[in-house]
């Protein structure tokens, strides 16, 4: 069953009071890896799924990141995203392996250390678009937050061209020769069925991935009259400086315990 848990075991901790465990969790029927970090101790936590950006080897998981949200009284799964880190398949670029983040939500939300009503998605660049996705998928979503996010895949084609040649190879052609796969990938087109609340939070400079995502994410959900927060930064990069880095997790996390339970 997706999300189910199928081998654990732990992964040395920089932080001594968070336990970090590598899993082996099941999304349609493949092995996936993914890295959970969760205070010690037999507490009940708000979920916090991380979905990284990059592809393969681009922008892997980074167990301090976790413990950076763990810390702050969250049981955080990151999945790898499947065919990285030895688990199975191929990874799809906010195609099938959306459903690597929709099974995340789930390990979490039957988790005994997560309040099932109080799981929050967190996506970074590519990951954006999956937080996004698995909030299409998923049942009582708690928040959305995304940070640096792609929203539309064909305007990543657009602004990145060192990218083209594996969006090509991973889609299948070009936004032009596969207009519909690219909307597929893209959660704009659908997010009328959106009901969580949503915190974007961009910088203005991002070279990466441009705010103009950001942009048309806000302008979209606001048409569509769902609830959404944003925060600008217009000096920063896809990067925020370190200080400046503290100071917004520590902001959005507290956005995120003051939403209300599902």
Known sequence: MDGDIIDQYRFPSPHPGIDVFVVTYMSQGLKVKGFFAVPKGNGVYDGFLYLRGGIKNVGQVRV?????????????FAPLYRGNGGGEGNEDFAGDDRYDAFAGFELLRRHPLVHPGRVHLFGFSRGGAMA?????????????????????????????????????????????????????????????RLKAPVLIIHGGRDENVSIEHAWRLERRLKQLGKPVTAWYFPTFTHYFPPP???????????????????
């Open 64 to 76: 301090p990141r976790l413990i950076e949200f763990a810390s702050r009284g969250f049981a955080v």
């Open 132 to 192: 996004l996705h698995a909030a299409l998928m998923a049942e009582k979503v708690c928040s959305v937050a995304v940070w640096g996010g792609v929203t539309d895949m064909a305007l990543t084609y657009q602004e990145r061209p060192d990218l083209r040649r594996m969006m090509k190879r991973v889609i299948g052609g070009t936004p032009n020769k596969c207009p519909e796969r690219y909307r597929h990938r893209t959660p704009l087109y659908h997010l009328e």
């Open 244 to 262: 400046a880095n503290r100071k917004t997790v520590q902001r959005l996390t507290q956005w995120m315990k003051q939403q209300p339970t599902v």
